[in-house]
């Protein structure tokens, strides 16, 4: 077996050859006839020539080994439901999915919203859409209707499939009146919407427009839909970025190389086998829920948990149940889901037979080292830190113990992935910054491997400038985050670039200090923004959440607490690194996916309009602050 080094070198070197020999994962009705057309960058075309179809790849292809196993297992502690599908009877009902979307007029290309909750039609929309040609894009189904009918109108969907109502903390949350008002507010029309009824909101129906999947489901109990094979280069959907930065992007994913991508990575990264049970907490609404929940599982002949439900309900246990119930062996979720885990009883990490689990996959946002320490001995199990984002489908840097095992750097993402030429480039310059321990752009050179983005949602001007033009004269995809590489080929994300700082002259990256402060032993998160002053430019502003809220009494205890931290940022960063303040929140503000809004905390310092809310989880979060400020 050869070294990782080599295996990584050889997908560049060697690119045809290599991606060649993992097509070899999937099933082509027709093999590729090249591997990749790069003739015009930095539009890459995968697998040119080859048909396929991504439904058959998750669903159909299992028929014939393992048709009784598990395929999808819907767990939910929000309606105390547990449903387990296997692969024969996934494909019976993504067939009466597709025959229902087939009858609403949905063809090849066209393309189907889905704004649902974490429940299995859920996913039988998503395979259906792809059974049948048509373009999936699934919005997440926190999102209120402004967010909604900006996506309607960007996607110009044929149907949109949706439900009555999803559930919070054992709440029903209505979305058919978020639904009917951004239908009202989008300039583009659908033809038609699906409707779950789960019975858990009343539904107000417009004749004509609006169906109910369980009276068409049963009129189709039977009907044979077969896989529409379409070309390596078909879109498969388009997915929305979280918008963390500002307006969402559209991003465009293929077939083939995405099939391709997710079959490899499965191998190679999550080491996961036909058989086994592969559990992810994230959401279908977000790009891990799209790779992760429903199609690289799958595609790997394994069993993939759906879960609806807090992390916390009915206690701080729950998943670890799961693990230990359905023997899962890979399990995947994010640095937020564990920092909401620290502050329950550390016992529940060991209250279950995890003897099954081989390792914990986190990705999403930077994973700080006291928290992959944390989670890391409580669970007795590796901790796997992958950088990636929805512009990619699948990780950019990783380890790949599927190829040769490695060991762990806490607060480090791992190594170049295959596929991936990542580098580091001089923000001003552009010069390839190749030492160790030097802080550049993470950027990767095209052509991006299969899987990630083919382009924005028509828009190929916007895919150009906004990706591939930062760095002056050279066509280079840039990630926006900055990083270091060690002298081993171990990257550290030192967060976004537009997360830098300028203090007095000094530049400063705001995730270095959010790093050194949450070493606090008190402190359990922590966002760090850079607010306008007139002296320096700009000064740090640190908002802490505590493990134990009951630390601070009064005024004097805050600013103990607010002395201890000075302290640890001035030994580990040096006094120009020192916030201006450290304030104590209960909350951070967050969009829905868990990533932490320094945009909207900045603009609130500064006294400005904090922007687009719509993806903010808990407007309650950003008011505390304001109180603080104003104060
Ligand atoms: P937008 O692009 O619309 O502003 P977003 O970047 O938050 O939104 P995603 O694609 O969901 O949307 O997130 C990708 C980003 O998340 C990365 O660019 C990086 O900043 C961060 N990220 C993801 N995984 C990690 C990780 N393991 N370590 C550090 N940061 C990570
Ligand atoms: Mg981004």
């Known amino acids: 077996m050869s070294t990782y080094a080599d295996f990584h070198q050889r997908s560049l070197t060697d690119r045809d050859g290599f991606w060649g020999e993992q097509a070899q994962l999937v099933d082509w009705k027709v093999p590729p006839q090249q591997i990749c057309d790069y003739s015009n960058p930095p539009f890459a075309k995968w697998f040119v020539g080859g048909i396929t179809n991504l439904c058959h790849n998750a669903v159909d292809r299992h028929l014939a080994t393992r048709p009784d196993q598990a395929a999808l297992i819907f767990v939910s502690t929000e309606t105390n439901q547990e449903i387990v599908y296997s692969f024969r009877e996934l494909h019976a009902e993504v067939q009466r999915m597709a025959a229902v979307l087939k009858d609403l007029g949905v063809q090849k290309g066209d393309r189907v919203l889905i704004y649902m909750p974490m429940i299995p039609e859920a996913a039988f929309a998503m395979l259906a859409c792809t059974r049948i040609g048509a373009i999936h894009s699934v919005v997440f189904g926190g999102f209120a209707s402004g967010s909604l009918a900006s996506r309607i109108e960007d996607a110009e969907p044929k149907v949109v499939v949706s439900a009555d109502a999803g559930s919070r903390g054992g709440k029903p949350v209505p979305y058919k009146p978020l639904l009917d008002e951004a239908l009202r507010l989008s300039k583009y029309k659908p033809e038609a919407v699906l409707l779950v009824d789960r019975g858990m909101a009343a539904m107000d129906l417009v004749a004509g427009r609006d169906h109910l999947w369980g009276a068409l489901r049963e009129k189709n109990l039977n009907t044979v839909v077969e896989c529409e094979w379409v070309d390596a280069t078909h879109p498969s959907y388009t997915l929305y970025t979280s918008g963390t930065t500002g307006k969402p992007k559209g991003v465009q994913r293929d077939t083939g190389g995405y099939c391709v991508a997710l079959a490899a990575s499965m191998k190679h990264i999550y080491a996961g086998n036909a058989g086994e049970t ?116 699948w990780p950019i840097l990783s380890l790949c113990n599927g190829v040769e095992k490695a060991v762990s750097k806490f607060g480090s993402p791992g190594k170049a992935v295959y596929g991936y030429d990542v580098k580091l480039l001089d923000d001003q310059t552009g010069e390839e910054l190749k030492g160790a321990n030097q802080k550049g752009v993470v950027a990767v050179e095209g052509p991006l491997p299969p899987g990630c983005m083919q382009t924005v949602w028509r828009d190929d001007e916007r895919f150009v400038n906004t990706y591939w033009k930062s760095v002056p004269g050279r066509l280079v995809y840039s990630t926006f985050d900055w990083g270091i590489r060690d002298a081993d080929g171990y990257y550290f994300i030192l967060g976004r670039t537009d997360d830098v700082i300028n203090v007095a002259g000094h530049r400063l990256g705001t995730r270095e200090i959010e790093e050194s402060i949450s070493a606090h032993p008190n402190i359990a998160e922590v966002a760090v923004v850079g607010v306008a002053d007139q002296l320096k430019g700009q000064v740090a502003m640190a908002f802490a959440v505590l493990k134990n809220a009951s630390l601070i009494t009064d005024e004097a205890s805050a600013l103990a607490l607010e002395a201890e931290v000075f302290k640890l940022v001035d030994r580990d960063l040096g006094a120009v690194a020192r916030p201006a303040r450290v304030r104590f929140v209960t909350v951070l503000p967050k969009t829905r996916s868990g990533k932490c809004l320094r945009r909207a905390i900045a603009a609130v310092c500064e006294g400005r309009d904090p922007g687009d809310l719509t993806t903010m989880d808990d407007p309650a979060a950003l008011q505390q602050i304001k109180d603080l400020i104003s104060a």
């Open 278 to 393: 592969y559990f992810s907490t994230s959401d279908i609404g977000w790009v891990v829920g799209h790779s992760y929940i429903i199609y690289g599982p799958l595609i790997a002949g394994m069993a993939t948990i759906m879960y609806e439900g807090l992390p916390t309900r009915p206690d701080g246990g729950i998943w670890w149940s799961l693990v230990e119930k359905y023997k899962v062996t890979v399990m995947f979720s994010a640095p937020t889901a564990v920092r909401v885990l620290k502050k329950q009883d550390p016992a529940l990490l060991t209250k279950y037979d995890l003897s099954s689990l081989r390792a914990l996959f986190l990705a999403g946002e930077p994973l700080d080292e006291p928290t992959a320490q944390w989670i890391s001995t409580g669970l007795g199990k590796p901790i796997i830190d992958n950088y990636w984002q929805t512009e990619t489908g």
